[in-house]
C-alpha cells in the first residue's frame, strides 16, 4: 500500500500543504460539536498523529472510530494547532481492519499483570511501543559498538552437548518419545537423534573462546535458555545474552569494556528515543532520566567480594540470608551493595573459587578467582564475567575437583595447549540491560514472549 509513516507525517514541515495517506491504529476518538479528532499510531513513532475531522466536510462511519480499529486516512498535512509536528485534516477515512468492543486495550489505565495475559495485544499500548522501541535501538548500538571497536560477531551454537556453567540447568534436546523407556542413561541417548545426551546452550562462551583464540576480539548476540527454577522479576528460562570475548586481556580488561560498553549503550539510547525515555522518566520510574545521564558520565565502583563481604556483614541482621566469607550473595545482598553502599553500578571481583565457574582463572592466594559481577541498582547483577585459566594443569585441576567428564571438554582443553593466552570476557543480559534503561521492574514486562516456570504462552 502506498502510504506515508506517521513518523514521517508528523515531523517533515516541508511536507505541510501536501496531501498524503497515512495507515495505523486508532488509539483515541475526541467528539465535539463541529470538529472530531482521531490519534492514529502505526508503529513508526511514539508519537501519535491527530487526524482532524471536520464534520460539516466528513461524515466518518462510527467503525472508523473504535478504539484498536485499523484504518487509512487521505488528508491535507498542516502544522499541528497545538504543540510540535503536523495534524492530518482527514479526506477520506477507509476502514481497513474493525475492532470491536471487547478488544481488551482500551483508554483506561490496564495493569502490567492484565497485559502479560495477552502478550499479543499488549505492544499496543505506550507502554509496550516504548519498551520495544528502545530494546530495537539497544540491539543496533550493541552491534555498532563492537563493530567500531574491532570486534567480529560470531554465532555459537544453540544445541550443544557441554554445560557450560557446569550448574545442570539445560532443557534437553531431544527426538525420543515421551513413553520410550531404557535401561541405562547411556543407552537412552544412544539411540537419541546426535547419539548422546544434548540440550540448549546456557551461554555461548565456551565456542566463543574457540573464536577470540582465533579472531583476537569477538562477540555473540543471541539466545541463552535456563531451566532453572527461578521464578523472579529478573529469570527468563530463553533470554538474549551479549557475550564478548578477548584474547590477550586480563580482569582489569575485561571490566574496563564492560563499563565501556554499557555507558556507550545507555548514551546511545538516551540520544535515539528520547520521547521513549520522557515517558518511563514520568509514568514507570520517576528520576530515570538524571539516573542514566549520571551512570553515562560517572565512574562505576569496584570492590573486591572479601570487602563486600566485611560491609555486609556488619548489616546481617537486615538480611534473609545473613553472610559470611565463602556464601553466594543473593539478590538482596546484591541490591543492598549497588544502592545503599555504593549508590551507583559496582563491579564486585574475586569471588570464592567454589562458588564461581570452573573455567575461571585462579587467582595466587589459591582461594579466589578473577571474575567480576557487575551490579546495578535495582536490578543487582547485570554483568557476569571473568579472565579464564590459561594454565592446562590448573584448568584440569579444577575440573578435577568439580568431578566433570573431561572427555566432554578436549576441544575447550586444546585451546590451553595450543598457543594459550590470557583472555576474558563477560556476558551481558540483554533484557537485564533492557529493564535497567526503561525502570521496567519485571523482566517479563520487556519481553515479547517470556518464557518462564510453567508459562510459555
Ligand atoms: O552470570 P552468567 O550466568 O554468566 C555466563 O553465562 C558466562 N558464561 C558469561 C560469560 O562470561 N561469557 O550470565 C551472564 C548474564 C547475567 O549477569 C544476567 O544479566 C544474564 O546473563 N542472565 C539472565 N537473564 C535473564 N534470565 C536468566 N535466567 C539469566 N541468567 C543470566
Ligand atoms: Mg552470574
Known amino acids: 500500500m502506498k502510504h506515508l509513516d506517521i513518523s514521517e507525517a508528523i515531523s517533515k514541515a516541508e511536507l505541510r500543504g501536501q496531501t498524503v495517506v497515512v495507515c495505523g491504529w486508532v488509539r483515541t476518538f475526541r467528539d465535539s460539536a463541529n470538529v472530531a479528532f482521531l490519534e492514529l499510531s502505526d508503529g513508526s513513532s511514539f508519537r501519535k498523529l491527530q487526524v482532524v475531522i471536520d464534520k460539516a466536510n466528513l461524515t466518518v462511519e462510527s467503525a472508523c472510530t473504535a478504539t484498536g480499529a485499523a484504518v487509512a486516512v487521505r488528508g491535507t498535512l498542516a502544522q499541528a494547532y497545538k504543540g510540535e509536528g503536523n ?68 554465532n555459537t551454537p544453540l544445541i550443544t552437548a557441554s554445560d557450560c556453567e557446569g550448574a545442570g540447568e539445560m532443557f534437553r534436546v531431544t527426538t525420543r518419545p515421551w ?37 583476537g ?21 530463553e533470554f538474549w545474552h551479549i557475550e564478548p570475548e578477548v584474547a590477550f586481556a586480563e580482569l582489569p580488561d575485561v571490566i574496563e569494556l564492560a563499563e565501556d560498553l554499557l555507558k556507550y549503550l545507555i ?10 525515555l520522557k515517558f518511563f522518566d ?42 559470611h566469607w565463602g556464601s553466594d550473595l543473593q539478590s538482596e545482598h546484591e541490591k543492598y551493595l549497588t544502592e545503599k553502599v555504593f549508590g551507583r553500578p559496582v ?37 557476569g564475567g571473568s ?40 556476558g551481558l543480559g540483554f533484557e537485564r540491560f533492557v529493564m535497567y534503561v526503561t525502570g521496567m521492574e519485571n523482566i517479563r514486562d520487556v519481553t515479547l514472549f517470556p518464557r518462564s516456570v510453567k508459562n510459555i504462552m
Open 87 to 154: 495534524e492530518i485534516n482527514a479526506q477520506t477515512i477507509q476502514l481497513l481492519g474493525k475492532c470491536p468492543a471487547e478488544f481488551p486495550i482500551q483508554k483506561k489505565r490496564t495493569t502490567l499483570e492484565f497485559l502479560r495475559t495477552i502478550p499479543h495485544l499488549r505492544l499496543r499500548t505506550n507502554t509496550f511501543q516504548a519498551v520495544f522501541r528502545v530494546r530495537s535501538v539497544a540491539a543496533q548500538a550493541i552491534h555498532r559498538y563492537f563493530h567500531a571497536h574491532g570486534f567480529y560477531y560470531v
Open 179 to 215: 513413553n520410550d523407556s531404557a535401561k541405562s542413561e547411556e543407552e537412552y541417548y544412544k539411540s537419541d537423534f546426535f547419539g548422546v545426551k544434548a540440550g540448549l546452550s546456557v551461554s555461548g562462551q565456551l565456542e566463543g573462546e574457540v573464536a577470540a583464540m582465533a579472531l
Open 217 to 237: 576480539k569477538i562477540y555473540t548476540f543471541g539466545p541463552s535458555f535456563r531451566a532453572e527454577n527461578s521464578n523472579t522479576t529478573r529469570h527468563l528460562a
Open 267 to 276: 548514551k546511545a539510547v538516551m540520544a535515539e528515543c528520547p520521547e521513549e
Open 282 to 323: 514520568s509514568f514507570v520510574e520517576k528520576g530515570l532520566l538524571e539516573k542514566l545521564t549520571h551512570v553515562a558520565n560517572s565512574d562505576f565502583a569496584v570492590c573486591t567480594y572479601t570487602e563486600a563481604i566485611k560491609i555486609l556483614e556488619e548489616k546481617n541482621s537486615q538480611f534473609e540470608f545473613p553472610v
Open 347 to 383: 563491579f564486585v571481583t574475586d569471588y570464592p573459587k567454589e562458588i564461581k565457574s570452573f573455567y575461571m582463572k585462579q587467582n595466587a592466594d589459591g582461594k579466589t578467582v578473577a571474575a567480576t559481577d557487575l551490579l546495578v541498582p535495582g536490578i543487582g547483577e547485570i554483568i
Open 387 to 426: 579472565e579464564r585459566e590459561a594454565d592446562y594443569e590448573k584448568l584440569v585441576a579444577a575440573m578435577d575437583a568439580r568431578k566433570m567428564d573431561k572427555s566432554a571438554y578436549k576441544q575447550y582443553l586444546d585451546l590451553r595447549k595450543f598457543g594459550s593466552v590470557p583472555h576474558g570476557g563477560f
